[in-house]
């Protein structure tokens, strides 16, 4: 098992890396796992100029050559990715944001679906913000696994505290685990998608359809697909509920088509 843990603090070796690092003392007690640390202050990772390029046009065609494609490489190699980022003024760190900026594509073409990610945000205030922002980081193609909210100010805590963090360290470790190893049993193969999931999917693929000549790269993306992002069985039920959905969807969408008279 190998995991892959995205350290989005400035700091480096903070708070949350010795959270993380508590996780994987976690993960050992149940299983041989590899670790690897990507700190993202310590990579080749250019801030985002916000051409839109890799969403319009295709993310190999990004101007910015630097560490991006390695970090995708590491995301495809490892069974389960830990974005982990401090709670700056409800948000994530700015660092952890570009990280997120950089990978925007996910959003419109989903990949990852093998691996499980686990969010952890640690400071104070703003915590469940911050993990609401880190579930869009990779895009819908990752399941999320696990959530942790991870208490760390400046001053020590009641042992009441300490034992209650400690406590849903070993829960949402194991809820990572777990999702892992059911992975594992299916041979490695994702879920079954459900309909939110679903419905996403023919959703976007509607959009990259009507608006081929703009979202070139989706339209490539998406124009040989059928039935969903990869190989799977999708009921009928869900066919047509999302049918109906997708038209309604449309009709509510009406005024944001594109404008061919200029």
Excluded at 42 to 55: A, H, K, N, S, T
Excluded at 120 to 128: D, I, W
Excluded at 217 to 222: F, K, M, S
Aim: glycine fraction near 6%; charge should be positive.
């Amino acid at each position: 098992m190998k995991i892959l843990a995205i350290i989005g603090s400035p700091k480096g070796r903070g708070s949350g890396y010795k959270i993380v690092r508590n996780i994987e003392s976690h993960m050992q007690e149940l299983i041989d796992v590899e670790f690897e640390y990507l700190f993202l202050k310590e990579q080749d990772l250019q801030m985002c100029r916000g051409c839109f390029v890799c969403v319009t046009r295709g993310e190999k065609l990004c101007p910015l050559k630097d560490d991006r494609g390695l970090i995708e490489e590491k995301i495809d190699n490892s069974d389960g990715v830990i974005l982990v980022s401090p709670s700056y003024v409800s948000n994530v760190s700015w660092i952890m944001k570009n990280f997120i900026d950089r990978f925007c594509y996910t959003n419109h073409r989903p990949r990852f679906f093998r691996q499980k990610l686990m969010l952890v945000s640690n400071a104070g205030a703003g915590m469940e913000d911050t993990i609401k922002a880190l579930r869009h980081t990779l895009g819908a193609g990752p399941q999320i696994a696990a959530e942790l909210s991870y208490l760390s100010p400046p001053w020590p805590l009641s042992a009441r505290v300490r034992k209650k963090q400690d406590a849903a360290v070993i829960k949402q470790t194991r809820r990572f685990f777990d999702a892992i190893e059911r992975d594992a049993e299916r041979g490695g193969l994702p879920e079954t998608p459900g309909f939110s999931a679903y419905l996403r999917y023919r959703f976007f693929r509607k959009i990259s359809q009507d608006v081929k000549d703009y979202l070139k790269a989706d339209y490539e993306y998406y124009r040989n697909m059928k039935d969903y992002y990869y190989e799977t069985r999708i009921s009928l039920w869900k066919r047509i509920a999302a049918t109906a959905m997708l038209k309604i969807s449309m009709i509510m969408m009406r005024d944001m088509v594109p404008d061919e008279a200029g």
